[in-house]
Every structure is written in C-alpha cells, then in structure tokens.
DNA sequence: TTTAGCACTCAAGAGGATAGAGTGCTAACA
DNA sequence: TGTTAGCACTCTATCCTCTTGAGTGCTAAA
C-alpha cells in the first residue's frame, strides 16, 4: 500500500527489530508468530511486543491470518527486510570451497558450466534454479557453412561471434553443382558474416533474396533455413532447474506449480527485463507473476563485461534470504569469471603455456 | 500368483463378462465396484454376481480395499482383461481425421513429428506420453568435418547415415596449420565413415591414435572430441511429453511421480527392452517399476522398415485400454509410414516434378 | 443353480467437546 | 508516558462419538 516517508519515519528501531525477527522467525518455522517467540530476539515483555506488532500490522507490514493467531509478514514486511533489514554476511573462505566443489569443472563449455551452477544451486537452496541467457547484443554471424550430406541433403551450419553454433538439415528438390555451392557461401559470406543476429528481418531476408537472382530458384530452402536458424538463436532462452523442490515446496499450490511448469512464458517474461544487479522480487509486486506466494532472486552474470544472462533461484517468500543471497552473488560472479576468461582467451590473448 | 491352466479353465463364460464389468466400470468410476453395477452388464441377481464376485477373488483377479466395500481389479485381473477381454474397435475414418488434425505437419523434421504427435497422444489420453528413440543399428558415421571459427577454436562436426547431426566446440593451445587441418580431415573420412556408431570403442580411440603419429600432439582434442560426439550420438534418448497429467493423476502419489520425473533411468530401462509389438505394461508385473499403479502401452515405430524408436504412454492402471491402444496403434504406424517416405526419399529415390 | 432376505462390517462424514496458542484490553507500575 | 502483568476472549486443530449407507457373506427358499 502507500508507505509514506511518514509512516516508513515511524518505524523505530524496536519496531524494526521485531519486524525483522517475525521474518527470521517465519522463515524456519513456517507458523504464524506469536509475540513470546519475539522475546527471544528483543528485551522486552509479549504485552509491548503485542502493541509494536499490531502497529506493525496496521502500517502494513504484517497481517494475521486469523485473530487469534500470530503474526505471518506481508509482501510490504518482506520487502522492507529484504531492503534494508537482512544481513548478508560475506561467505567464508570454507563456504567458498564448498560451493566450488558443488560445481562439475569437466564440462568446461558455456551450458555445461551454467547447467552444472544451476544445479547446485537447486540442490543448496532447494528451490528451482533459472537461468536466461540473453542473446549478446553484440553476437554477429561469423560463420555460414553448408555441407553436402546425402542425395539432396544438406547441412546448414551458423556460428557466432559469441560462440553458438545451430545447424539444420535442408532436402532439396536436386543436387547442387560445386558451382552452386560456391556460390552460396561466397554470397553468405560477403552479405552475412559480421551482421549482428537480431538484425536479420523479414526486410533483409526479401532484399537477399532479390539479389541472388537465378540461384534463388534452387537455393531458396536455404535462405530460409538460415533464417530460421537465426531467428532460433535470436530466441531468448529460459531453463529451471531442479523442478521438484517447487513442486515438493509446502508453500505453493500444487495447481499453481504445475501450471507454472507448464508454460514457462511467464518466467521468460519476467526475467527478460534485464535488472543491473542482484534482485529480489516477490510475487504480489507485479500481478503477472504465476506463482502466488513465490519470490525470485536473480543476478546477471557477463561474458566479456557484457551481460550474457541471468542466474538466481525462484521459491517461497519464506526464504533464507540472507544465505541465499549471497550464493546466487557468488555463483553469478563466479560464472562471469569463467566465461569471461574462455572469451578474452578467444578474442585477443594467447595464454602462454 | 500361479495362473495355471486348470484355474483359467475354471472362468466360464459368465466370470469373464463379469470381470470384464468390473474393469469396465473402474476403469470409468475409480471407485471399487459393488454387485449391483454389474447388474447393468450381466443378466442376473446381484446374489448370483456376488458369488462369482468372490470366487474371482479367490481366483486373484479381483479385490477388495476392506470387507464391505466393492471390488478391484488386481494385477492379475488387469492382465488378462487386456490380453483376452478388451475389445478395441478399429478406428473410423472420422476418428482418424481428428487425430491426424492433432499433428502438426509444419515441422517435417523427425524429431518435429514425433514431439507433435506424442504431444498429441498426451494431450488425447490424458496421461504423460514416452518416446523412446533407439540408434539405429544400422547408423553409420557418414562425414566428420572440422571447421575453424576464431583463434584456436574449431567446430567438429559429426553427420550419421540416419541424419543425426552433433557439434562440439573445441579449443586447441595453437592455431593449426591449413595442412594439419587437412591431414585430420583425410584421416577421419579414411578411418571413420563407414564405420558404426556404436561400434566406436575405447580401443578403437587407442588405435587411431597410435596411427596418427606425431600429429596426435596437436589433434588429440579433436580425437576426444569426436570420441565424445559419438558417444553422445550413441546415447538411447527417452523424452517424456505431459508430465502435468501424471502430477494431476489422483491415481498416483505424488512423491513417486516426482521422483519418476526427476529420474527417468528407470523408464529408459523399461522401455530398451524393445518389444517387437505394441505392448502393455503393469506396475506389478516387473519390480523395477517406478511408479506404483501406473501401466505403458508402448508401440514400436520404424524407419525404412527397421525399427527406430518406440512411443506410447504412462499412465494408470485405470486407463481405457479400448480407446488408447488403437491410438498408439495408429499413431505409431502414422510416424513409420511419415519417417519412412523421407528415408526412402532419401536412399535411392527421386520423387519427380 | 439361482435368488430373496437379513445380519453384519466398515469407511466416511457430521457434530460436539476440548485444549492451547495467541490476542486485545485494562489497570497498575516505574 | 511507556511498559508490563493479568485476564477474558477468540479461533483452530484435534479427538471422539454417532450415524449413515454401501456393500458383503450366508442361509434358506424357489
């Protein structure tokens, strides 16, 4: 609702401080809490705590789920101690190696390394890991090939500045002369190689086509194939990663979960909007979230200092926020640190040896 | 138990309506069926159904959840009502026009069939479709092709007789000289196309690259990396399609059908024992069975006239055989005869125009 | 051999009582 | 004026009992 700067001026620190442990205290148990489970955490009686957490309550940082029974935060209460109130204590030295060790280093390739994070992180928090990968703006065509496969099969091959490679098979009514074949990849090589991938448009697809005059009639399946290859590659993707913590979750609507798993449009969406940093989001903040009660940590990670994707986990709002955190900092990083070297490794240096 | 010959005997005519009732009405209640719902099948006293009720009991093929409730059928019940009592009508030319109306044909890709039509299948039967697609025996490799894409990265690229296609990323220490890269590509077409997929062993590694002399220095990834493309290419792989009715199936519980999603080894073992005919499977009958209650009707699809893969479904026990088996039935033999046309296409044949 | 009739069983659901966790409010206290 | 002890009150969760009804097995007659 409204949090006026008056209203946020009127938390004192004790309020602050019970606000904060009701959320502490909702996150291990997952029962309302009462004000006697609050005297653990401030020095002073149930009876004034009582008073601080209907105050609480009506500024709207709290709600009751019954009347007699304890207290339970609001989606204001979580945002507030995610903003402000949470500590997030660096990780250890050991913590570090912990989390290292999860990771399987054997598959040094981009999936390989982002699939075998993501996975730990699943299995550490025990929510479902995400991870988008954004096609890099900066990706362009490096590479058109086609190779000869069969009677009238051919393999169309793509490749990137930024590393992906998509081929697809293509039938054609004939055979191609050598000299047709040339033809075709001299012409992709001087009108593709070094166009950007998400600038190839249905226009440029039309203007190609009109300049390949004659050879269209035989090689026009591969126009389109290439087309389409690009437009596949254009395609931001979004994986989950260990689904059955969502599904075993006792916070979530089975229903809902399910749904959700469905048709993950919705996550797309949500995380196509790129955010500069670490980020929490809870599910009443924007209606189009799927899962009610749910919350998303994400943090982008980059390949050559641009962004290349997004890591983080999606769960209950009953988090352990502050361990969380920090995880899906350090894996995001840690991400970024390993790509990145693969990719000045490709772009300029040579590591000597 | 023991179905010996004298105790089959002993269902006369009567018992087999009678537990063909019973499967009938579970199949559309779910609920354990009493004497005088089979009244409607069976021209007699609920008296007289009672005792025959009891003696099926007896039998095996029948049983009660508690004393005062109706019947169930068990296992043994089940097996015989399909392989002796279901009556599945051959489908109408109305029926197949809806169901070749549920596949996709824009996809002509094999893999596009078959995910449109086990989307299909899961979709019209309400269960979780499987789709098993076995190598083909038959596959050999037919091109090995390695293509440079940026400093000391190359594209190996592995193409199969059948048309499978699999590319790795390899980065070597140097840059390669064109002759090197000429060298590795002459040898690859000399040593392996032709050769079998699955036939590509440890000690066939050990062997070429002995033969590769002083070049195995700077070509080994490209050994590996072939090595692991065809391991990769040689891997059975299982899809299963509509997850979401096995998790809303109240037949199942929920635990077991999440950990069957989260691992589907063991339904890759099922479903490698490839039968040669459409097939029914019941969750007692082998142990390794994941998911308690569940049956598969699976049938075997083939290309070229050898067989391929398999599809079918996993579902309940209580599933209306009568209606899915003729649409396995169908849809297998649609995806033989639709892969078929391509591979003939392929081999030998021109198709005119 | 079949069937009507009857006593019996058992699961599922409705209703009622109880316990206990937690609250808000009031009045006393520092 | 802020804090606290005390108390009446509220509401859920749980347990127990009772009832209902579907369905059975058995017996005796047709």
Redesign the pocket.
């Known amino acids: 609702m409204k949090s006026t700067a008056k209203e946020v001026r009127a938390l004192d620190d004790?309020k602050l401080k019970i606000l904060s442990a009701v959320v502490d205290e909702y996150i291990v148990t997952g029962?309302?809490?009462?004000?006697?489970?609050i005297m653990k955490y401030v020095n002073?009686?149930?009876?004034?705590i009582?008073?601080e957490?209907?105050e609480l309550?009506k500024q709207g940082y709290l709600e009751?789920?019954?009347?007699?029974?304890?207290?339970v935060p609001t989606y204001n209460g979580y945002r507030l101690y995610v903003d402000r109130l949470v500590k997030t204590n660096p990780l250890s030295k050991e913590e570090k190696a912990m989390l290292d060790g999860m990771i399987l280093t054997d598959d040094l390739t981009e999936e390989g390394l982002v699939q075998s994070v993501s996975a730990a992180l699943a299995e550490l928090t025990n929510c479902a890991a995400v991870v988008s990968t954004s096609v890099p703006k900066f990706s362009v065509i490096t590479k058109v090939e086609v190779i000869p496969t069969g009677k009238r099969m051919y393999v169309l091959l793509l490749i990137t500045s930024s590393g992906s490679i998509k081929n697809k098979v293509c039938r054609l009514e004939f055979d191609l002369s050598s000299e047709q074949l040339e033809f075709f990849e001299n012409f992709m090589r001087e009108n593709l190689e070094g166009v950007s991938i998400d600038s190839l448009s249905d226009e440029m697809l039309k203007k190609l086509e009109s300049a390949m005059g004659t050879y269209l009639l035989t090689l026009s399946p591969f126009v389109t194939g290439i087309y389409e290859l690009s437009k596949e590659m254009a395609q931001q993707s979004v994986v989950v990663e260990g689904e059955r913590n969502l599904l075993t979750c006792r916070d979530f609507d089975q229903n809902e979960i399910i749904r959700f798993l469905d048709n993950k449009e919705e996550l797309k969406r949500i995380l196509d909007q790129s955010f500069s940093g670490l980020h929490v989001m809870f599910s009443d903040e924007t209606d189009s979230f799927v899962i009610g009660n749910s919350s998303i940590i994400t943090s982008p990670f980059s390949k050559g200092g641009k962004t290349a994707g997004h890591l983080g986990i999606i769960g209950p709002m009953r988090l352990d926020y502050s361990k969380i955190i920090p995880y899906v900092e350090y894996f995001t990083q840690k991400i970024s640190d390993l790509i990145s070297d693969d990719y000045e490794d490709e772009e300029d240096g040579f590591d000597g040896k």
């Open positions: 004790r029962e309302p809490v009462g004000s006697k489970a002073t009686s149930s009876a004034t009582r008073n957490m209907a309550e009751q789920p019954h009347t007699s029974a304890g207290r």
